[in-house]
């Protein structure tokens, strides 16, 4: 039997987003050389909403990029059947960037490590910094985010943490825990 339980609102989402932009632009540099890349799953619409709002902010534009990291994953060959390709587009020299790179849950880091080997067969940034709206801790590789909207350690490794969001409908936006039956 599977429970859930509800870690963040839309309230506290759409809080943690406009925080973490207001954070994210005093490190940059040159907005210039800054870009904005979601990895595919739900990296991809947080990162379209911070983009949105340091945009906003900043009347600038931001560059910014989509990431599949399935060819780049440790666990490809056990995972016994071949995975759904999601697109990647990066339509920019990613060379001296300095590069935000976005997801919306760390677990072990494997991900993460994966987005990485991703981005650096685009070139050479200059800098990578990470952004995760939910740190559920278990890390196997020394992988931290340099933004992180909530910590929420997870016990049991078969539980999971999803955020949901809904591009067009902010208002059903949510983070859960999904915990396994013990």
């Given at each position: 039997m599977e429970t859930s339980e509800q870690l963040l609102n839309n309230i506290e989402i759409s809080s943690i987003?406009?925080?973490?932009a207001s954070e994210i632009i005093s490190d940059i540099d040159d907005i210039e050389r800054f870009a904005i890349v979601g990895i595919q799953g739900g990296g991809v619409e947080l990162a379209s909403r911070l983009r949105s709002?340091?945009?906003?902010r900043t009347g600038r534009s931001v560059k910014h990029g989509i990431i599949d990291i399935t060819f780049y994953r440790d666990d490809l060959a056990t995972r016994g059947m071949l995975p759904a390709l999601k697109e990647t587009r990066i339509d920019f020299?990613?060379?001296k960037m300095s590069i935000l790179l976005v997801d919306d849950v760390i677990f072990t880091g494997r991900s993460v490590k994966?987005?990485?080997?991703?981005l650096m067969s685009f070139g050479r940034p200059?800098?990578?910094k990470l952004f995760c709206m939910v740190d559920r801790g278990g890390r196997e590789l020394p992988i931290q985010p340099d933004y992180c909207g909530l910590k929420a350690p997870v016990n049991n490794v078969n539980d999971d943490i999803k955020v949901c969001l809904y591009p067009g409908d902010v208002e059903k936006d949510t983070v859960v825990l999904a915990k396994k039956g013990q």
């Amino acid at each position: 039997m599977e429970t859930s339980e509800q870690l963040l609102n839309n309230i506290e989402i759409s809080s943690i987003i406009l925080s973490a932009a207001s954070e994210i632009i005093s490190d940059i540099d040159d907005i210039e050389r800054f870009a904005i890349v979601g990895i595919q799953g739900g990296g991809v619409e947080l990162a379209s909403r911070l983009r949105s709002v340091i945009e906003e902010r900043t009347g600038r534009s931001v560059k910014h990029g989509i990431i599949d990291i399935t060819f780049y994953r440790d666990d490809l060959a056990t995972r016994g059947m071949l995975p759904a390709l999601k697109e990647t587009r990066i339509d920019f020299n990613i060379t001296k960037m300095s590069i935000l790179l976005v997801d919306d849950v760390i677990f072990t880091g494997r991900s993460v490590k994966a987005a990485l080997e991703t981005l650096m067969s685009f070139g050479r940034p200059s800098n990578i910094k990470l952004f995760c709206m939910v740190d559920r801790g278990g890390r196997e590789l020394p992988i931290q985010p340099d933004y992180c909207g909530l910590k929420a350690p997870v016990n049991n490794v078969n539980d999971d943490i999803k955020v949901c969001l809904y591009p067009g409908d902010v208002e059903k936006d949510t983070v859960v825990l999904a915990k396994k039956g013990q």
